[in-house]
């Protein structure tokens, strides 16, 4: 079970192999990766003719890409993969497809194959590569590992992108995925573990491309499936019950996706290591002390049925992050700064208090309140909002 | 008959509030002096009335403010605010003492009722009954208020001894006057040792943020002197003083400057308190302490025991009495009581004599020693072509200006018919400016109110700067500020800052004139016009700056600027006012919506990237009305547009350019001290070179070049051309079909997400391309309405400099630096005959403007300007219909003026006679590399950047590319695949950027982006090599340059190294131009500062200043050009001056230099000249000996391994190569 390993470098070999954890940590080195990227200069080609000249010469990728202290997870326990395959296939058709993001060493990947998925590896370490394609050698074209960065996919800085920094587009013809529709669904599943500097980040990014139907949501209604930390999990579920946790981003995700809570795994059970297979648990006893989640994401099918459009989603956007600026204040000072419209005339067509707080308003009220205003037919002028106000560049 | 009883009402208010003083009691003294934390009832102890009676009028006019408020609740009319505008006047004005304000006041009150009997008799019964009613109410809330609104006097002090000796004093008051406690206390040993206060204020001095609540602290007490509020200052004092944790923040300065606000009063026992107070924070008195004591004893006439005493004291502390009249800065009025003090004690005693007039210093740099030589070279310095009686009339003109702080310019915009929407648009406008201005003057008044409270529970708010200027200045501020306002919003931080800088340049322009510097500057102006002035005659040729001197105008006392966290806490504070106060009637944006009033501006974030902003956002019905009225003027602030007449000559590092608003002769990013800081140590006669070369710059006359801007505006009031710099107005935008407002189409339900995901991206970007048409269209705007504004006048462009010598214009709008066509606009007001080779010149100027012939030989581009002449002919006659020759040129517009020109002096009867107002002008080619390879001495360099004479010019850039094409060829022969792909592609242009911009330090990294830039460019080239190929190639280019420019690198290498050590030291990297202008890199680890409460939080970073660290990367990078920067401005300031020495008029664009077309020749040969004196010094061997001084000569620091290493580095001076320096001065295309 353990075989393919063999194309990993011994030291991280070894601390996959020898702690039977379920996680690992890696903090890259950087005598390490030279030696590593020498030896690794054949592999994209046939999937990536065009990228053959990038090879070797990995220091001029992104900016971002260069950060060497960079904490990665990976799924590295046999037996924690199989219940993710068991939870994932459920009761659905064994043969889908599956988007695997920074699948490491392998082992979750291997256990998907074993089902009969087919999956995609999207890698954005080079080290890990040989070893994931020598994965898919004699299984006919049911592996194909790509290095790609699936959480910088289609960067917004529109500069020249060069791998694993690539647009979706550049992907998904490369690997030939046809757009769905997005009442019919989704032509594949996403599964991965959110970076745990950029949790956030990576969240509003996703949020983004989903609202604005961008990205991998051009593809179809994307299911995500996600780890991540408890904490940010529960953000995501908060709502006026909980209102220390709730914000901007809980509004958007329960808005936009139906939401499942898969699996829990407690963190502190794990141990986490550097690459010189030493034991680091002092440094990340922030990590240690977490739960990690595994949630499912799914984008509602009447997302878009509404008032609220991938058109003019950014002025919902601006509303909720206008809002939460000022989390206990009124909602009608804010209104006040959001639309010229009378406040006082939209909350009653909410069937709101005038003295209801931001953190008093459920994320289908705040849809309420957006569709309110952007329905009400008097004013030619429903938003104070500019295009320029809401700038993201993630 | 109401309002006279009103106004005693109130007055009777004010007293019996405060009961007539009495004896203290004994017990309260108790309190006073041996308890702490007692000291809240203490101050509000009834025994202090007697003294605080002098203050009952602030209180009264507070509570009449209050009153006002409260009536105007009530639905009172507007009269009443009127009212108390009047009873403010003597507020305003009450930098006399307290008691005579007071009397003033009441003495007003009965005038008052005359003008205003009537009209209140109206209304009397109705008031009356209300008034009593809320006096009522109004005396039960001030009575519960009192302890708080009166301000402490007496100081709480922390040390036992002398607080009980304080307390033996004041009872005793009566028997011993307090002259003798003065007297007595100051032989107190200062209560701390004088090694902890050092130590405790080095620990002081490494906190920043401490740093900048005592420079708040400071500004606040000198700003409440200014306006008057003495005792409101001494108030903050004692309160700070009272509690440990604030006196922290205290220094001697600021208790001299309240002492020395007694003193001027003649208040000697609050004084006396001060000096208590010095005391007990173990503070030692100086000359100012002193000073301020003897000037109070002067006026008050004291014997002369005291003052003896006094003196001793003095002399004891090992201060010399001469130093009160040399060292402390005293108006007139100070020093003579100073001195009547002074003689009490030593009748005979004579203050030394007021220093001469310092002997003209003259500057010893061996660069200028010919500018400043008396003798020797003939000088024939340039005149204006003025006569005197203009030049005075011009003056009156821009003093004019000046004092209305703002100008008013009618705008290009092509002129709406008036319609009958125009006009109602325009009165709507008008109702609300006039109900705006009451408003924004109600809350103006409130937030003072509120501030005088903040101030008197001890804090120092913003009250004196509210009080700086009237209400009706601020509002009128405020109201430019609405109108200027962009659509899309303006952060709040940017606004505040304007804001408060605005209030600031209109406070000093006040105060100069309240102080009468405008009669004494008008005086010293005129003389020293006739030195300008074509019609009048000087007994001896000098220098603007040297007649200016010689004038012996007054160095008027410079205004030290407010902190940045000051400006901007003011302007946030104005700002909130705007927000609060404009409103508009619901009704403009929905015409059926509810007649409510709704905001104008609008406080919302603006997310960037995880990043919020605050933005004050106009509404945009008020946008819309703003567009619809279609006002066309244009508001600048007076700083912002050239003047009308000469500028002031530059004579220290603040005072020159302007004539009355404040301008700095280095700019520097807001809030930086220390490059003002080097300036003021300089030894004057130093930075000699830079003013003489500011003022020759500013000196220059313009004016607008008619033909042009009558073609622009053409262009600009149709549909604009994009092509030639005329950006479109915005009916040529793409629109959204739509609107954003109404996505009625983006609505449709029928249309896939994805498709509207699509439509909202064009919507962006068709938004975008609008928004930046729109912002170069408004920059347009303002150019072109200041150009028309100014045309058929002379006017000038002052001068300053930026941190490194380089020179700039100051007015941003329109001026010579800015694109083609703003630089077409322009021509110099003076004209001088072409000469014999004038009309050469022109041709060759214009091929140079075509950018066609650059490799060419000057005869060759004026041979094809003879061949061009049927096309530069009709272009010059027929711009718009005919060829249109002029527009295919590199910089058309320019082209166009130099068609113009030629025609109409090949035109003229004589064309060597004609008067040609033309700035013909001489590029630097590849100017960094010049001075690189003159420092390092490279031959090879030498030749290709034209620093050797040659036939033909040489260029760079293709030097650069054969280099490279050597080595790729070698490489290719060995195999190298990239070198093989490459064949054929390697041209001047792919090179070209790198090679710039190597000089400005471009990194590997950076180079290869371009080079890439430059590859994907070029169609056939395999794209997949991209990443490769401009890898190789940038590693190629630096390896040519190497080759090439052998030393060059080296010192680049040196100068990179030696910059991170220093900052590896701890200090940014400093030196000194061969100028003699002293050079410091403001780049620091950035501190925040947080400006709390209000609408927002704002917080900005500084880092510009020495107390912090270096940032290294930035120090490092910067150095190699700032240094060459340096070096280039130097050579431009010689050229300048030299040039002006033999009466040329000359002006700079860095390292592209103009001048008449008849001049070229000579300057030209100075330019060369000054190039070669410029490099015969040993400029890096100063350098290096410059930092090893300042950096490595510290014996402390001197054992650190980073200092160790850095003497290593510095004293490697890199090797030079064999160039003969002297050969450039025969080379013809070092410029062309």
Known sequence: MWVPVAGLPSLLALSALTRGGRFCILRFGAARRKDVLAGNRRGLSDIHPQLLSNVGFGKSSSRVYRCRSEIKRYITSPRLAETLVQILQGKGDASQLILECNPGPGILTQALLGSGAKVIALESDKTFIPQLESL??????????????????????????????????????????????????????????????????????????????????????????????????QKLLANPRTPNLYQALSVLCQIACGIKVLNKLPWSSFETYTTNGQLEKQKHRELVEQNMCLIQLTPHRDLFTGNLTPFNYDVFFHMLRQCFMKRNAKLVDHLHSLSPIDALHILKQIKKNKNVKVIDMYPQDFHRLFETIECSKEDTCKWLYDDFMEDVIL | MSALGWGRRAAGLGRALWPAGRPRLLAEEEAFGGVRGHRRSS??????????????????????????????????????????????????????????ARAGAEGAAPKLSGRWAQKLDKEQRLMQKRKQRLEGRLQKRERTLAWQRQLRVEPRLLSGRLANQLQRWEQGAARSPWEEQLAQLLQEAPQRLSG???????????????????????????????????????????????????????????????????????????????????????????????????????????????????????????????????????????????????????????????????????????????????????????????????????????????????????????????????????????????????????????????????????????????????????????????????????????????????????????????????????????????????????????????????????????????????????????????????????????????????????????????????????????????????????????????????????????????????????????????????????????????????????????????????????????????????????????????????????????????????????????????????????????????????RHRVFWLPHNMDFRGRTYPCPPHFNHLGSDLARALLEFAQGRPLGPHGLDWLKIHLVNLTGLKKRESLQARRDFADQLMEDILDSADQPMTGRRWWMEADEPWQALACCMEIARATRAPDPAAYISHFPVHQDGSCNGLQHYAALGRDSVGAASVNLLPSDLPQDVYSGVAAQVEVFRRQDAEQGVRVAQVLEGFISRKVVKQTVMTVVYGVTRYGGRLQIEKRLRELHDFPQEFLWEASHYLVRQVFNSLQEMFSGTRSIQRWLTESARLISHTGSAVEWVTPLGIPVIQPYHRDSKVMIKGGIQSLTFSSSGDTSQKPNTLKQKNGFPPNFIHSLDSSHMMLTALHCYRKGLTFVSVHDCFWTHAADVAVMNQVCREQFVRLHSQPILHDLSRFLVKRFCSDSRVSKSVWVSRLLDTLLSVPKTGAFDLEQVKRSTYFFS
């Open chain 1, 136 to 233: 898919g050698k004699n299984l006919g074209g049911k592996l194909e590992v790509v290095y790609c960065d699936f959480f910088k996919l289609d960067p917004r800085s529109r500069g020249i992108v060069t791998p694993p920094v690539m647009t979706s587009e550049m992907l998904f013809q490369n690997l030939g995925i046809e757009a769905l529709s997005w009442s019919k669904g989704s032509p594949f599943k996403v599964i991965g573990i959110l970076p745990t500097k950029s949790e956030r980040n990576t969240l509003w990014k996703i949020f983004h491309d989903l609202y604005s139907c961008t990205s991998i949501y051009k593809y179809g209604r994307i299911e995500l499936n996600l780890f991540i930390t408890e904490k940010e999990c």
């Open chain 2, 43 to 100: 101050s509000a102890s009834p025994c202090e009335q007697d003294r605080r009676k002098d203050w009952g009028h602030a209180e009264l006019l507070e509570v009449l403010q209050a009153r006002v408020r409260q009536l105007q609740a009530e639905g009172v009319s507007e009269v009443t605010v009127k009212r108390v505008d009047v009873a403010l006047a003597p507020e305003a004005s009450s930098a006399q003492s307290p008691g005579k």
């Open chain 2, 196 to 790: 902890d206060a050092a130590k405790a204020s080095a620990v002081r001095g490494s906190d920043v943020r401490l740093e900048g609540q005592r420079q708040r602290l400071l500004s606040f007490f000198e700003c409440c002197l200014l306006t008057g509020h003495l005792p409101l200052a001494h108030h903050v004092l004692v309160t700070h003083h009272s509690r440990s944790r604030q006196q922290r923040l205290l220094t001697l300065a600021m208790y001299n400057m309240v002492m020395r606000g007694w003193a001027r009063e003649g208040s000697f026992k609050e004084l006396v308190y001060v000096f208590f107070m010095v005391k007990d924070a173990g503070l030692a008195p100086d000359l100012l302490s002193y000073a301020a004591a003897l000037q109070c004893m002067g006026r008050l006439d004291q014997d002369a025991s005291t003052v003896r005493r006094c003196l001793k004291q003095m002399a004891q502390d090992g201060l010399q009495l001469q130093g009160l009249f040399t060292a402390v800065p005293l108006g007139e009025g100070e020093r003579a009581e100073l001195l009547r003090a002074v003689r009490k004690a030593e009748p005979t005693f004579r203050p030394p004599p007021p220093p001469p007039p310092p002997a003209p210093q003259l500057n010893t740099s061996p660069l200028l020693r010919e500018v400043y030589a008396k003798q020797g070279c003939p000088v024939s310095y340039p005149r204006l072509h003025l006569p005197l009686k203009k030049l005075q009339d011009l003056f009156q003109q821009q003093l004019r200006v000046e004092l209305a702080t703002t100008v008013t310019v009618q705008s290009v915009e092509k002129a709406q018919p008036p319609t009958e929407e125009v006009l109602h648009a325009r009165k709507t406008l008008a109702d609300l400016r006039a109900t705006w201005e009451t408003a924004l003057y109600q809350e103006l008044q409130e937030t003072k109110a509120s501030e005088a409270r903040a101030a008197r529970e001890g804090r120092p708010s913003l009250f004196p700067y509210l009080c700086l200027l009237s209400e009706r200045e601020f509002v009128g501020l405020l109201l430019q500020t609405l109108q200027a306002l962009p659509a899309q919003g303006e952060s709040l931080l940017f606004l505040a800052h304007e804001l408060g800088l605005r209030v600031f340049n209109r406070h000093i322009v006040q105060r100069k004139q309240l102080s009468k510097q405008v009669q004494v500057l008008e005086q010293h102006y005129i003389k020293y016009l006739h030195l300008l002035a074509s019609d009048t005659q000087v007994a001896e040729r000098c220098l603007p700056r040297q007649w200016w001197e010689a004038l012996g105008m007054p160095e008027a006392p410079h205004e030290q600027p407010w902190p940045v966290s000051v400006l901007v806490q003011l302007g946030k504070q104005l700002a909130e006012v705007l927000v609060q106060a404009v409103q508009m009637p619901g009704s403009l944006a929905a015409p059926r919506g509810p007649g409510s009033l709704i905001p104008v501006l609008y406080h919302v974030y603006s997310f960037r990237s995880f990043r919020q902003i605050g933005i004050l956002k106009p509404h945009p019905a008020f946008t819309q009305l703003l567009e619809a009225a279609a006002e066309r003027t244009l508001t600048f602030e007076s700083t912002e547009v050239p003047m009308l007449c000469p500028p002031l000559p530059w004579t220290s590092p603040h005072s020159g350019a302007f004539l009355l608003s404040p301008t700095k002769m280095m700019r520097s990013v807001e809030g930086t001290q220390q490059h003002q800081l080097l300036l003021e140590r300089c030894p004057p006669a130093q930075l000699h070179g830079a003013l003489d070369a500011l003022t020759q710059l500013g000196n220059c006359a313009w004016r607008v070049n008619g033909r042009v801007l009558d073609l622009v505006l053409e262009l600009f009031t149709d549909k604009g051309c994009p092509r030639l710099g005329v950006p479109a107005p915005p009916s040529e935008a793409p629109r959204p079909p739509q609107g954003r407002q109404t996505p009625k189409s983006g609505l449709l339900p029928d249309l896939s997400p994805a498709d509207k995901a699509e439509m909202r991206r064009e919507l962006a970007r068709r938004l975008k391309v609008a928004r930046e048409m729109q912002s170069l269209r408004a920059d347009a705007l303002c150019r072109l309405s200041l150009a028309q504004h100014l």
